[in-house]
């Protein structure tokens, strides 16, 4: 059985820094590619960034510049540094991991774990 978990949510005012962290346990080999996903109540969930086994970031463009993903292959974690914050950001985050290569692809179909998800609020 694998188990995926978030941590590092909470209320942030606007142009704060967050981090969350990812660790996924558990009966899992490897793992190839490992993301951020978030979700407004009422609508789709949406990538955030995602990373590969190799270290190849993918990110949502309202995001670039202000997000960085990370990874840590052997321990099976990953981070997400989140400058900049801004209201619109606040949703529910959600980590997610893959066990192929997945490079760009932003599908949140070709992840098979997901953890129970974290919030996050940005707000004066």
């Known amino acids: 059985q694998v188990h995926v978990a978030e941590s590092g949510g909470g209320l942030v005012e606007p142009g704060g820094s967050l981090t969350l962290s990812c660790e996924v346990s558990?009966?899992?080999?490897?793992?190839?590619?490992m993301a951020w996903y978030r979700q407004v109540a009422g609508n789709q969930r949406e990538l955030v960034a995602e990373i590969t086994r190799y270290n190849e970031p993918n990110y949502q463009s309202s995001v670039k510049g202000r997000f960085t993903i990370s990874k840590d292959n052997a321990k099976n974690t990953a981070s997400l540094q989140m400058n900049s914050l801004k209201p619109e950001d606040t949703a529910v985050y959600y980590c997610a991991a893959a066990l192929g290569y997945y490079s760009g692809r932003g599908d949140l179909n070709d992840y098979e774990y997901w953890g129970q998800g974290t919030q996050v609020t940005v707000s004066a």
């Open positions: 558990g009966r899992i080999f490897s793992i190839g590619t």
